[in-house]
């Protein structure tokens, strides 16, 4: 079985959430625990993993599908109406 490597996203670039999690509320707190949410990144990507609050934004860990291990981070923020996520090169 050959696995993919996970598509490449330039780190500190802002990508808008087109998709996020399902919910009630458009808050940050849709990003707190298990979600999954879609980004524009020059093409829609799925981002799977959890999310731990820190104030004004979420630390998201994407994890991979097969064994849940991290694939990369992102910082989530709210901005003008919708979310935005920035993934970053720290773990």
């Known amino acids: 079985m050959t696995i993919q490597p996970p598509p490449s996203v330039a780190s500190g670039r802002p990508c808008p959430v087109t998709e996020p999690p399902a919910g009630e509320a458009a808050s940050l707190e849709l990003f707190v625990g298990d979600a999954e949410f879609t980004v524009d ?5 799925l981002v799977r993993g959890h999310g731990v609050s820190l104030g004004e934004r979420v630390r998201f860990h994407e994890k991979d599908e097969i064994g849940g291990k991290d694939v990369r981070v992102w910082h989530i923020s709210q901005r003008d109406g919708g979310f935005v996520a920035e993934p970053l090169a720290a773990f």
């Open 41 to 45: 990144s020059g093409g829609p990507l």
